[in-house]
Each structure stands twice: as C-alpha cells, then as structure tokens.
C-alpha cells in the first residue's frame, strides 16, 4: 500500500478513545468474531501461566479467556485508554455480582501491539481480535508476538481482509480524489508475514459477514460509533458537500437488496506457535537469507 493509505495511528487511538462508551451497543460484528475465536480456541492444547488479549476493546472476550483459562494471568492491552477505563469498570462490576477476586482480573495495560511492553518471553498465548488491521504492515506485530512468546507458545488472530466494506467502496467511488474507505491487507500476505516471523505451522482461512442497515447513514454511525471510520493519511480533512453525499447515498442504494443495504465483512483468522527457530532475515532486495548450521 502507499503512504496515503496507510493508517493514522493517532488518530486511531484517539477515535476508539471517543468511541468507547458507545462501542458495545454497535458492536456487533466484533461480539461474533470474538464468539468465534472462542470456539476455534476451544480445540486447542494448551495450558498456559499468561495470556495477553492484544487490543482487548472493552473486554468483551476477557470472561470468555477466563473461563477456557481459569488460573492463567490474564493481560488487557489496547492502544486506546478509554476502553481500558471501560474494562476497569466492568471488572468492577463482575467484583460486586459474582465475588471476583482480585487476582482473577484482567490487568490493564495501555500500549501499541507494534511495541508491547512486555519482556521477552514473557506470555504463553497472545489473543488478538480485529485488531491487527490498524497495522500498516503486519510485520512488526508478528515480530512483537513472537519476541514476548516463551517457546512453545501460540498466537491466535483475527483481522480483515481487503473485501471488507466492499459496498462501502463502491458508494464513494468516483466522489472525489480522497481515500474514504480503509484498505486491508491479503490473507496471503499475512500468512507469509508469519513465516517469515519465524512463526511455526500458521493456519489460515476466511469467511465473509455480512451486516445489514436501512440507510448509508446508519453505516456510517455504526462505523464512528466503533471507532472504525477511515483513519487514512489520504482521508479527507473536511466535511463532504450534500452534492457528494447524495451521490454515496444514490450509488449505495444501488446495491439494496431485500429493503436492506449489505455491509460485507472479510474476516481472517489465523493461528501459529512460536517454536525456537529463528525469524528469517530479508536482505534489501527481497533475498531472504537462510542459515546451514552443522550438527554437532
């Protein structure tokens, strides 16, 4: 991707920080791929001392870790410290009804998954829901995940593709000269990224969800009220005329059907484990460098 669709980190973190109290009643797509993980995470083995929920949100998947991992410590990190106040506020919550010991709590941190502050090492499983997509490049997170991993260790991720608000795209097509839409990066790509991390065995599939709305403003709404409108360096600065708008509207109510209009959404799940080999290097033009080692 070029610089003018990469994405604004601050201004990331400063839209989910605003979006916080309104993030769990639009949130839907977010509950279901959370529900899902859980599931693929059911059929794995392992029983680890640490887990890390990588851009935790609110916390909704948090009650869910607990229960598959009742004596692990659990991590609640995200970018944006509003939603941490709001997981802090629900723990406190789950305290008052259900006697929730102190020790049973998620600990909060504030940080990038781009620059965990974490030690080497220093997690079992890293839990990541719809988050590695305000990644630029996948590259660096893949790289932090593997640095705090102990060996043995998994990942296991959820992200979108580049088919996700497809209908959206569509709409703002031909508008004017800015970028309106975020982009996503491939499946494929993702999956070499984990190899290329030194990642171990990286599964990946896909599967599309598709949402529905009355209207393109209710998109909208729910977008912002996540916190997940465009955060591009190529977005516009300024508000969009009623001539623009109109023509969005016109071209999205092109795509209604059944009295709806479709929101599609291409989700990526992917799951590796840390082993001890060593994260290939690139050389500058792409070469990747292997090294033969003799055996002792």
């Given at each position: 991707m070029s610089e003018a669709f990469y994405t604004d980190k601050k201004a990331v973190?400063?839209?989910?920080?605003?979006?916080?109290?309104?993030y769990d009643a639009a949130a839907v797509l977010q509950r279901e791929v959370a529900d899902r993980m859980l599931e693929r995470l059911a059929l794995m083995r392992?029983?680890?001392?640490?887990?890390?929920?990588?851009?935790?949100?609110?916390?909704?998947?948090?009650?869910g870790l607990r229960q598959r991992f009742g004596s692990a410590e659990l991590l609640a990190l995200d970018l944006a410290p509003g939603m941490l106040r709001v997981v802090q506020q629900k723990q406190s919550g789950f305290r008052q009804l259900f006697g929730l010991l102190d020790r049973q709590k998620a600990l909060p941190l504030?940080?990038?998954?781009?620059?965990?502050?974490?030690?080497?090492?220093?997690?079992?499983?890293?839990?990541?829901?719809?988050?590695?997509?305000?990644?630029?490049?996948?590259?660096?997170a893949f790289a932090e995940f593997r640095r705090v991993l102990r060996p043995g260790g998994l990942l296991l991720f959820a992200t979108l593709?580049?088919?996700?608000?497809?209908?959206?795209r569509t709409a703002f097509a031909g508008v004017d000269g800015y970028s309106h839409v975020n982009q996503f990066i491939d499946m494929h790509d993702l999956g070499d990224a984990?190899?290329?991390?030194?990642?171990?065995?990286?599964?990946?599939?896909?599967?599309?969800?598709t949402l529905t709305y009355p209207d393109a403003r209710a998109v909208m709404r729910d977008l912002k009220d996540i916190g997940a409108a465009n955060h591009m360096h190529g977005r516009r600065s300024g508000m969009m005329g009623r001539a623009a708008w109109q023509r969005v509207v016109a071209q999205y109510e092109a795509l209604r059907r059944d009295g709806v209009l479709p929101c599609t959404y291409e989700v990526i799940y992917g799951h590796a484990w840390k082993t001890d080999a060593p994260a290939s290097r690139t050389l500058a033009d792409g070469a990747q460098i292997i090294e033969f080692r003799p055996r002792k």
């Open positions: 973190q400063a839209a989910f920080d605003r979006a916080a109290q309104s392992i029983e680890p001392v640490r887990v890390l929920d990588a851009g935790c949100g609110t916390g909704y998947a948090l009650p504030c940080g990038d998954i781009e620059a965990l502050p974490l030690a080497d090492a220093s997690v079992d499983v890293i839990w990541s829901s719809l988050t590695l997509q305000w990644c630029n490049t996948p590259d660096r593709g580049p088919d996700t608000l497809h209908e959206l984990l190899g290329q991390q030194g990642f171990s065995g990286p599964v990946m599939d896909m599967e599309y969800l």
